[in-house]
């Protein structure tokens, strides 16, 4: 049943994968009729797409939800709608808890988002999580909500890795991916509707296709995006460090389409704690595949997460962890503190770690990465690049920013050019001329006549 011209607005939390949750309910919801509005206060209905990942997105998310819940009393909504992970986790206590939610909606049952809306409007209570199979296709609609030259593509969903921090697996449910044909027609869509810069996001990209065809086929898929005209970047975003397989990275090295960037969690550097953590695969074998990938793609960057504080981990573990970083010295590192998750098996672990000493940890390692990674801006410093061009600055409208291959959107650092003010979605050479912790300075080159393609990084 098509409605008339009932609002809603949707928030979308957490990480890039519920993004794309978002933007197919989105795409449902117009389909049913409704018309999407960026403004609560003018919505009938509002969706909030929850994260649960750690305690922290969950604060972030009931505090959102409760923010959102006082529109019903101020403005014209009627319908407040809880989706996605913590939807999935905390069903009967958002209800119980929060009278304003007027619904839940499971991180598999978001397709039924439409007719989820349509109740709640009419004033029912509903409670809609069941096991978390779904997953999209090229033929569902899709309001893709990111700039029109760049889009993300969940090429698998759930995980089967089993991390013992972790609960995605029990959020998500197992692995699953698209077949190539998917999400190769999906890329084709994209790149027709003026998408130059496609991302792949999966829980465990290395693992795509394990399921479907036997074997991970990640390497294949990049080869066939790689066919389509238009598309300028593919860049592979939660790559697993043991399952970087040679073939994966002669394909980064040798398509010129790849982005030269790898994105490796590895989450810690002690062989204890990796164990603990249920993670595969040892500090050396973490050295080994770094090594790898700077033999055969001498321009990569590499970026990784850790988590301190895990249980069990002394300061001489710390320690061990710092000197990896300081051995290793990638590009970019993310540092986060353990955070306890009810039903996972690291939460029921002994030897505990006091939150001020987490806090402490995290702040060290930090600060060890910050210096690391300005030193290695800084080499960057008189390089050419070739830029994606993202717009004005937010800060200041004499500002242009932009990436190159190295910078991730919403993750890494900027670009910011002052010289020259090219289009949004423009790719223009860029000369770096100065650089900070995260953010670079670079100035416009002229285009070379006749130049096709990306260079990537250039000496200059
Ligand atoms: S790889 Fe580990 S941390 Fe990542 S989603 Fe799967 S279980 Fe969680």
């Known amino acids: 049943m098509r409605v008339m011209n009932e609002a809603v607005a949707l928030i979308s939390l957490g990480c890039a994968k519920n993004l794309v949750d978002s933007e197919v309910m989105a795409g449902l919801l117009t389909g049913a009729g409704y018309r999407m509005t960026p403004s609560p206060e003018e919505a009938d209905a509002i969706v909030v797409n929850t994260c649960a990942f750690i305690g922290e997105a969950q604060e972030e998310a009931v505090d959102t939800i409760l923010a959102l819940a006082k529109h019903k009393e101020a403005a014209r909504c009627r319908a407040l709608v809880v989706a996605g992970c913590l939807a999935q986790r905390f069903?009967?206590?958002?209800?119980?808890?929060?009278?304003?939610?007027?619904?839940?909606?499971?991180?598999?049952?978001?397709?039924?988002?439409?007719?989820?809306?349509?109740?709640?409007?009419?004033?029912?209570?509903?409670?809609?999580v069941g096991s978390p199979c779904y997953l999209y296709d090229e033929n569902t609609s899709r309001a893709v909500s990111t700039p029109p030259y760049t889009a993300y593509i969940k090429i698998a969903e759930g995980c089967s890795n089993r991390c013992s921090y972790c609960v995605i697996p029990d959020l998500r449910g197992p692995f699953r991916s698209r077949p190539v044909e998917s999400i190769v027609a999906e890329a084709r869509k994209l790149a027709r509707g003026g998408a130059k810069e496609l991302i792949l996001i999966a829980q465990d990209t290395t693992r795509y296709g394990e399921d479907v065809y036997g074997r991970p086929c990640l390497a294949r898929l990049l080869r066939e995006i790689c066919k389509i005209d238009g598309l300028r970047w593919v860049r592979v975003l939660y790559m697993y460090p043991t399952r970087v397989t040679d073939e994966l990275i002669e394909v980064m090295a040798s398509e010129a389409k790849v982005c030269k960037y790898v994105d490796l969690p590895l989450q810690h550097a002690d062989d204890d704690i990796l164990r603990a953590m249920n993670r595969r695969g040892t500090s050396d074998d973490a050295r080994e595949v770094i090594a790898r990938l700077r033999r055969a793609i001498p321009d990569v960057t590499i970026r990784s997460t850790f988590i301190?504080?895990?249980?069990?981990?002394?300061?001489?573990?710390?320690?061990?962890?710092?000197?990896?970083?300081?051995?290793?010295?990638?590009?970019?590192v993310g540092v986060f503190a353990y955070s306890p998750e009810s039903g996972t098996p690291a939460a029921r672990l002994k030897g505990r770690v006091r939150a001020r000493v987490k806090e402490r940890r995290?702040?060290?390692?930090?600060?060890?990465?910050?210096?690391?990674?300005?030193?290695?801006?800084?080499?960057?410093?008189?390089?050419?690049?070739?830029?994606?061009?993202?717009?004005?600055?937010?800060?200041?409208?004499?500002?242009?920013?932009?990436?190159?291959?190295a910078e991730a959107p919403e993750i890494d650092g900027l670009i910011y050019i002052g010289n020259e003010h090219p289009d949004p979605g423009e790719f223009r050479r860029v000369r770096i001329i100065d650089a900070g912790d995260h953010d670079l300075v670079g100035e416009v080159l002229p285009d070379r006549a006749g130049e096709e393609g990306d260079a990537g990084s250039l000496q200059n």
């Open 91 to 128: 069903a009967s206590e958002l209800l119980a808890e929060i009278p304003e939610i007027d619904a839940v909606v499971g991180t598999g049952d978001f397709p039924q988002i439409a007719d989820v809306v349509r109740r709640a409007l009419s004033g029912e209570r509903v409670r809609l």
């Open 308 to 332: 301190v504080g895990f249980p069990g981990e002394t300061e001489e573990k710390f320690e061990r962890l710092i000197g990896f970083l300081e051995e290793v010295r990638l590009d970019r």
């Open 362 to 405: 995290r702040r060290e390692a930090m600060e060890v990465q910050r210096a690391i990674s300005r030193e290695k801006n800084g080499t960057r410093v008189g390089n050419v690049y070739d830029v994606l061009i993202e717009g004005r600055s937010e800060e200041s409208d004499l500002v242009t920013v932009g990436r190159s291959q």
